[in-house]
């Protein structure tokens, strides 16, 4: 079944190049973060519908767990680090990040796999194509990556309730919105592995589209609003 990446990849797309739009005009890192972590779920995604349409090849399944399952987490953690953070700091984070996205795309594009768990009709299981080592990278990426998004909302959100401002409210939840989405999305991905075939895919496709909503709703409200005329 491919129709379901399929979507989630357009819908995914579809909001990152929106975000991709608001960088352009409002140059916040925060936002380039988040739109590249969006795409990097589209990816994910076109690389699942791929696999499910013309069958999985070892360069599609590496792009699809390497943005899929390995980095496209830690970049949404790295917009909530700009977002909360002294920008001294979230410089320091991406340029670690960036090595380490470095580090893990030998990793994952070096590896070697476990052909006969290619042959499906749908998203192959990490642990039938890959070693323990690259499935453990990926664990301390999406791990990390998920206790920093919702950490710092959930911080933020205590923090700034407690203001009296509108704008702190905003961002309050605007940061709960995003930890949300991701929540819903690491479950989805989570009983993905554990489903087969079409019900895999749907659980995924259904997961993605769901969170990435939810988290682009987070995303919307952390602009400012607009002046009235």
């Given at each position: 079944?491919w129709?379901?990446?399929?979507?989630?990849a357009?819908?995914?797309?579809?909001?990152?190049?929106?975000?991709?739009?608001?960088?352009?005009?409002?140059?916040?890192?925060?936002?380039?973060?988040?739109?590249?972590?969006?795409?990097?779920?589209?990816?994910?995604?076109?690389?699942?519908?791929?696999?499910?349409?013309?069958?999985?090849?070892?360069?599609?399944?590496?792009?699809?767990?390497?943005?899929?399952?390995?980095?496209?987490?830690?970049?949404?953690?790295?917009?909530?680090?700009?977002?909360?953070?002294?920008?001294?700091?979230?410089?320091?984070?991406?340029?670690?990040?960036?090595?380490?996205?470095?580090?893990?795309?030998?990793?994952?594009?070096?590896?070697?796999?476990?052909?006969?768990?290619?042959?499906?009709?749908?998203?192959?299981?990490?642990?039938?194509?890959?070693?323990?080592?690259?499935?453990?990278?990926?664990?301390?990426?999406?791990?990390?990556?998920?206790?920093?998004?919702?950490?710092?909302?959930?911080?933020?959100?205590?923090?700034?309730?407690?203001?009296?401002?509108?704008?702190?409210?905003?961002?309050?939840?605007?940061?709960l919105?995003?930890?949300?989405?991701?929540?819903?999305?690491?479950?989805?991905?989570?009983?993905?592995?554990?489903?087969?075939?079409?019900?895999?895919?749907?659980?995924?496709?259904?997961?993605?589209?769901?969170?990435?909503?939810?988290?682009?709703?987070?995303?919307?409200?952390?602009?400012?609003?607009?002046?009235?005329?």
């Amino acid at each position: 079944m491919w129709v379901f990446p399929l979507a989630a990849a357009i819908v995914s797309g579809y909001f990152a190049w929106l975000l991709g739009v608001q960088f352009s005009t409002r140059r916040r890192p925060n936002v380039l973060a988040w739109s590249i972590a969006l795409g990097m779920f589209s990816l994910a995604s076109a690389a699942a519908a791929f696999g499910g349409l013309f069958g999985w090849s070892p360069p599609t399944f590496r792009t699809y767990y390497l943005f899929g399952a390995v980095l496209n987490v830690p970049a949404l953690a790295l917009g909530t680090v700009y977002l909360l953070a002294p920008r001294r700091v979230a410089n320091a984070t991406a340029l670690l990040l960036i090595v380490a996205s470095c580090a893990a795309a030998l990793v994952v594009f070096n590896a070697d796999l476990m052909t006969a768990g290619l042959d499906t009709e749908g998203i192959p299981r990490g642990s039938e194509v890959l070693s323990e080592d690259v499935r453990l990278l990926s664990r301390y990426f999406s791990i990390t990556g998920f206790l920093v998004v919702v950490g710092g909302a959930l911080w933020s959100a205590a923090r700034l309730a407690r203001g009296r401002q509108p704008n702190l409210k905003r961002l309050a939840s605007a940061n709960l919105l995003i930890a949300l989405g991701t929540t819903v999305v690491a479950i989805a991905s989570e009983m993905a592995r554990i489903a087969t075939g079409s019900v895999e895919d749907l659980v995924f496709a259904a997961g993605l589209f769901i969170g990435v909503s939810v988290m682009f709703a987070g995303f919307l409200k952390t602009r400012p609003p607009q002046a009235a005329p």
